[in-house]
Structures are given as structure tokens and as C-alpha cells.
């Protein structure tokens, strides 16, 4: 296991366009977090699911984005109309259970020109 | 509300220095604090956790709850020190981490 990863590493998209990433946890892992960074800033919590159930969502996330992980495995992030300002890196970590040690993604960076 | 203050962005020092990385944080709870790391080209990574009371690469970090802080040490900084350092708060059933707005460490030769 390689660890947390992540596809694409880079999109570039139109504003208006939709946008969907994917995140890939460590296999064993039953909780996975979704974060977004923007340039001077730490990474903000957007929202996590504990095996296939979203559990909380930060109010960052507007009805246009969409988080999924339908068999508790991977998880994709759906971004709908976007926006320069979605312009971010998008950060996926996962852990063995809460409070436990969060292993993050790579990252996928977002331009929305 | 849960809140990390991070007061500086860069730190700049010779190798052998020390350093002490400030991080405050702001919370009603029970918190559990972290120190995590980005070297260069490289993903996010946990340097260490108040609960463990580890050294990791010779860095060190107590929580002082009356001044709700959580400062990174090290007595003697090495240029593969060089990083971004973020201090992040959790706590509570969701175990989200709450992240300040991280600081680059510089260690010159």
C-alpha cells in the first residue's frame, strides 16, 4: 500500500464547468476527510465520511459541490458550476478511526480560469 | 469555535540554532493538538501529537493548557529542517483537524 492517493494531480477547467476528483485511501482506513487549501492558508475541513456515511459537512461546502464514498473504498468530490474562487488544492487524508493518525493525499490542485 | 493562531509566517535561523515554532490555539473542549510538516514537493505528514509526548527528529512540544498553546522546539536546527510547519487542532467525535496557517522554516548552512 502506497499510501493515500489521489487523480487527477491537476485540473484546469472553464468556469461553469463540473469537476470531479477521487480519493483512494489507505485500504484498511474507515474514516476519510476532504480539505481545501488556498495559497497562504492551512488546509479547512470540508467534510468526512466513516465508511460509506458523510457524518459532517463544513459550511464551506455550497450545495454545488458533492462528496461520495458509495462503497466505504474510495470517495470522489464533485464540483458543479465552478467558480475562480473553488481555485484551490484539494486534500484527501484517511485513518484507521477517529482521533487516530490522518494520512493525507498528494493533493489535486484546481484552476478555474 | 475551534481556532489555531500561528502569529508568524517565516522563520528564518543558521543550522545549529534553535527555533520554536508558536502556536496558540482557542477551543471549549478537550483538545488534541498536532504538529504537521511539508517538506518540499511532498505531502503533509504528522510530525508529532501532544498525546504521544514523542521527540521526532529532535523536535519537541508540550501543551500548556493555561496559556492554550503548543509551541515546536528544537534545540538545534538542521537544514533538512527546512519545511512548512502547520499546527493543527482536533478534537471531539469527528476528529477534524482544525489547521493555522502554517510557517516556512528556513535553516541556512
Known amino acids: 500500500d502506497t499510501g493515500v492517493s489521489q487523480d487527477p494531480r491537476h485540473k484546469i477547467t472553464k468556469r461553469g464547468q463540473n469537476v470531479t476528483f477521487r480519493c483512494d485511501p489507505i485500504?484498511?482506513?474507515?474514516?476519510l476527510y476532504w480539505y481545501r487549501q488556498t495559497l497562504g492558508q492551512g488546509p479547512e475541513f470540508l467534510t468526512y465520511?466513516?465508511?460509506?456515511?458523510?457524518?459532517?459537512k463544513s459550511r464551506l461546502l455550497s450545495d454545488r459541490f458533492s462528496a461520495e464514498r458509495p462503497k466505504g473504498s474510495f470517495s470522489t468530490l464533485e464540483i458543479q458550476r465552478t467558480e475562480q474562487g473553488d481555485s484551490a488544492m484539494y486534500l484527501c487524508?484517511?485513518?484507521?478511526?477517529?482521533?487516530?493518525?490522518?494520512?493525507f493525499g498528494p493533493g489535486t490542485r484546481l484552476t478555474v480560469t | 469555535a475551534q481556532r489555531v493562531t500561528q502569529p508568524e509566517k517565516l522563520l528564518s535561523v543558521f543550522k545549529g540554532a534553535p527555533v520554536e515554532l508558536k502556536c496558540n490555539y482557542s477551543?471549549?473542549?478537550?483538545?488534541?493538538l498536532f504538529w504537521y510538516v511539508q517538506y518540499s514537493r511532498q505531502r503533509l505528514q504528522l510530525l508529532l501529537r501532544?498525546?504521544s509526548r514523542e521527540s521526532i527528529k529532535g523536535f519537541t512540544a508540550d501543551l500548556n493548557k493555561g496559556e492554550t498553546s503548543f509551541h515546536l522546539k528544537k534545540p538545534f536546527a538542521q537544514e533538512e529542517d527546512s519545511a512548512m510547519y502547520y499546527c493543527?487542532?482536533?478534537?471531539?467525535?469527528?476528529?477534524?483537524?482544525?489547521f493555522g496557517k502554517g510557517i516556512t522554516l528556513s535553516v541556512r548552512p
Open positions: 477551543y471549549s473542549g478537550s483538545p488534541e
Open positions: 465520511f466513516q465508511n460509506e456515511a458523510q457524518l459532517e
Open positions: 485500504s484498511e482506513h474507515n474514516r
Open positions: 487524508a484517511s485513518s484507521l478511526g477517529g482521533g487516530l493518525e490522518q494520512y
Open positions: 493543527a487542532l482536533g478534537g471531539g467525535a469527528n476528529s477534524k483537524l482544525t
Open positions: 501532544h498525546i
